[in-house]
């Protein structure tokens, strides 16, 4: 079992897995609440566009992924703001809006090669040396700034009107907001590419959700279930010789349905002992 | 005890000329209105009167016409007295599985402290006293608030499991935490059972006599207000009465009001065909500018 971890490769997928993972958890708590559940995804597959973009004029297409990501986000909490229009019909219009221009760009650039495959799906694995440093850099970052906004946030998520009266910069705040989930998916599409970015933002959270009470026992119990998905299946991956990112998000969902069904059984025994009664 | 009254002469909150339209639909028409330091001000009105919109104009969450001033201080300077005021909505739903607790919910209020005390120079200059001591935890603060509610029981509680009274108190926990001067307090009595509803009735009576919070509060039962405010005031559209305890019963508001809600009741239950509009008559307010 020990002998995997002395490769090289294997510990920066690791660590930067570790990383990856734990941002993505904190920062998905806030998106869960705020019902923004699918900007994730949403703003992957505007990311998607990114990529084909920088494969097209032959730039690092992770850096017009994130150009491209922070745009769109920005422009989503711009649209919410001045418009009537519900959050969540703005985050499909994003989506469709990505999807469209990725695929025209792709094709414009002689259509799917190999290394788009990388970005759709997520090479951990397979990441450089800078690659993992830089995904971990970012994610610290994201970590440090919503340990130090986490209260604010906080307030942003469970009622805005209130924290505006509180005297919260609330328009600020959720651009920075944006900004940062931007960042996170950008990183995050390393690990688990385009398609399944969102599972890590949300399944360790609404997990979390069944058994913790207060806020921050969430966040702790949604931490230790992403890192618990991102080192078994990184590892699983490798010895059975599949999908690094589809094994980490099936360890996930495997997590979140054995506390569904436990959290079932439980209530269904305490009912039963308070019949008895 | 936040002030003497004797420091200063303007009235805690000042509207004037207050107007909001939505297209061409006027809700609130020329307010005006003033409520004095230490007032327990009940707000009456139909729905649809405008209450919510009135109080959505006050705290800036709303756009209008006409001013507005709070402690003195009316437009930029008003938004940093906005952390002053307490507001308790009409409406707060939760989801039941929202991660947090009553203590979360309650600490949030911790957070406007940083902008009372930036702003508390200002206040002060008007002669106004925030009551803050700085050298109290928030621990202690939020020990404090849920002791005047009476929810220390439950601290852990997630909110979205609370009843209907119990996350009122909460959110009234989560308001007293940095001692505000000023409540506004949205219908907070509808959708609360009876024992709940005096419940609360004794906490804000409490807050107004014995820690001099000045509380502005909208409730559509005029005998509930009658026994809990020092003034009334009267609201469709406009406002048609504003006046102390004793004006209000000496007016002709009780048997009006008494005969309106049963002209509503008579509607919904009976299917009443034509009737006179809302409080009184349309036009006769128009012209008298008030009933009182």
Same mark, same amino acid.
Request: net charge neutral; proline share 2%.
């Given at each position: ?7 090289? +490769? ?204 207060? +806020? ?62 | ?87 308790? &909505?009409?409406? +707060? ?5 929202? &991660? ?33 001591? &700085? /050298? ?51 219908? &907070? +009595? ?93 036009? /006769? ?8």
């Amino acid at each position: 079992m020990l002998e995997i971890l002395a490769y090289p +490769f294997m510990q920066k997928a690791l660590i930067a897995g570790i990383a990856i993972a734990a941002a993505c958890s904190m920062l998905g708590l806030f998106l869960v609440l705020k019902r923004y559940s699918l900007f994730g995804d949403a703003l992957s597959h505007v990311a998607l566009a990114g990529v084909a973009i920088g494969i097209f004029f032959k730039v690092y297409p992770l850096w017009t992924a994130l150009l491209t990501a922070v745009a769109a986000s920005l422009g989503i909490t711009r649209l919410r703001e001045s418009t009537r229009i519900q959050g969540d019909a703005l985050i499909a219009v994003l989506l469709i809006f990505g999807v469209a221009s990725a695929v025209l760009l792709i094709s414009a650039s002689g259509g799917f090669r190999v290394d788009l495959f990388s970005y759709l799906f997520g090479s951990i694995t397979l990441i450089s040396n800078e690659d993992a440093l830089t995904a971990v850099i970012a994610s610290l970052a994201i970590i440090a700034s919503l340990l130090t906004l986490k209260d604010r946030l906080f307030y942003m998520v469970l009622d805005e009107r209130q924290a505006k009266i509180s005297g919260l910069d609330i328009t600020q705040l959720n651009y920075i907001f944006m900004i940062m989930a931007s960042i996170m998916v950008i990183v995050a599409i390393r690990l688990v590419g385009i398609l399944l970015v969102s599972s890590l933002i949300v399944l360790p959270n609404i997990a979390a959700m069944m058994l913790g009470r207060g +806020f921050k026992t969430t966040m702790l119990i949604s931490l230790c279930i992403s890192i618990a998905s991102a080192i078994t299946g990184i590892i699983t991956a490798y010895y059975l010789n599949v999908s690094t990112s589809g094994m980490i998000v099936m360890v996930c969902i495997g997590i979140m349905v054995s506390i569904m069904v436990l959290k079932h059984h439980n209530m269904k025994i305490s009912v039963v002992k308070e019949s008895s009664r | 005890m936040a002030v003497d009254n004797n420091e200063h002469s303007m009235s805690i909150l000042r509207v004037r000329d207050l107007t909001v339209r939505y297209g061409s639909i006027t809700v609130l028409e020329s307010i005006n209105m003033d409520v004095e330091h230490g007032d327990l001000l009940g707000i009456l009105g139909p729905n649809g009167a405008g209450k919510t919109t009135l109080f959505n104009s006050i705290l800036m969450l709303q756009e209008h016409e006409g001013t507005v001033s709070i402690f003195g201080y009316s437009n930029d300077a008003r938004k940093k007295m906005l952390p002053f005021i307490g507001y308790l &909505p009409q409406r +707060f739903s939760v989801d039941q599985n929202f &991660p947090a607790s009553v203590e979360d919910l309650v600490s949030t209020g911790l957070i406007s402290l940083r902008y009372m005390q930036k702003s508390a120079p200002l206040l002060e200059r008007n002669g106004y006293r925030w009551d803050y001591d &700085p /050298d109290m935890s928030n621990r202690e603060r939020i020990d404090k608030a849920l002791e005047m509610v009476g929810l220390e029981h439950a601290r852990r509680k997630r909110i979205g499991m609370l009843s209907g009274g119990e996350l009122q108190r909460a959110l009234i926990a989560k308001i007293l935490v940095s001692r505000p001067l000023m409540l506004i307090l949205d219908e &907070p +009595f509808t959708a609360l059972d009876q024992d709940a509803q005096s419940r609360l009735f004794n906490i804000l009576k409490a807050l107004n006599e014995d820690m001099d919070v000045t509380i502005i509060l909208a409730a559509h039962d005029l005998m509930l207000l009658m026994r809990l405010a020092k003034s009334i005031a009267c609201i469709d559209r406009r406002i048609f009465f504003h006046g102390s305890k004793e004006e209000c019963l000496a007016s002709d508001l009780i048997r009006l009001y008494s005969e309106h809600a049963m002209h509503i009741h008579m509607k919904e239950h009976m299917g009443a065909g034509e009737t006179v509009g809302r409080l009184g008559n349309t036009s /006769d307010r128009r012209s008298s500018g008030g009933i009182g």
